[in-house]
């Protein structure tokens, strides 16, 4: 019976971590007025008929906090990768310089600093949402698990250390929520 504890504490654990990680993926590609060669992770480009990741064509760099320089293996990739990139959604224009490309990054405006703040609470909210119900599965696994003659005692201990994971996780993703505003709204 201790052993489908353990499990159901190791699946509520390996949910929550994997909310949290895919947070981290999403806020990465955030454009937050500076260069950054992660913002490009999303996009693929068509290498020879096969839909490719850019960093598997192309070394990403940046040249300073404003500047991502994109050096493809290939001249003749140049041309696909920019269209990829314009495509993207990203709100970049890249320069052709013949054997690299060249996107600044634009500072943002309020605006846009305040609209991605809304982005970034809203997908934390998601994430809490996505950890709770972790939670939730937990918990219900435990009541699941009493049924079967597990001690009333072990299911509250259960219930209480996936509370504590719960409020472990969604405290992590305040402070993950609070430095990428900052870093965000800062000019």
């Not at 959604?89 to 310089?97: A, D, E, R, T």
């Not at 609470?121 to 939670?135: P, Q, V, Y």
């Not at 918990?139 to 719960?166: P, R, V």
């Amino acid at each position: 019976m201790n052993d489908d504890v353990q499990m159901l504490m190791e699946l509520a654990e390996e949910s929550m971590n994997d909310s949290q990680n895919h947070l981290k993926k999403e806020l990465v590609k955030l454009r937050a007025g500076k260069a950054n060669p992660r913002m490009f992770d999303g996009i693929k480009v068509n290498y020879y008929g096969t839909k490719t990741p850019l960093k598997q064509v192309a070394n990403v760099g940046t040249t300073d906090a404003r500047t991502i320089v994109i050096q493809p293996w290939e001249k003749s990739m140049l041309n696909v990768i920019s269209k990829e990139i314009m495509k993207s959604n990203l709100g970049f224009n890249p320069i052709n310089k013949g054997d690299i490309l060249i996107i600044n990054v634009p500072p943002l405006t309020e605006e846009r600093r305040r609209s991605l703040v809304k982005f970034v609470k809203n997908e934390c909210e998601n994430c809490k949402i996505s950890i709770r119900n972790a939670r939730r599965e937990a918990i219900s696994g435990f009541k699941e698990l009493k049924d079967d003659g597990l001690s009333e005692d072990i299911q509250k201990k259960g219930e209480t250390d996936i509370q504590n994971m719960t409020n472990k996780f969604i405290k992590k993703i305040n402070e993950i929520m609070t430095a990428k505003e900052k870093e965000i709204m800062t000019i």
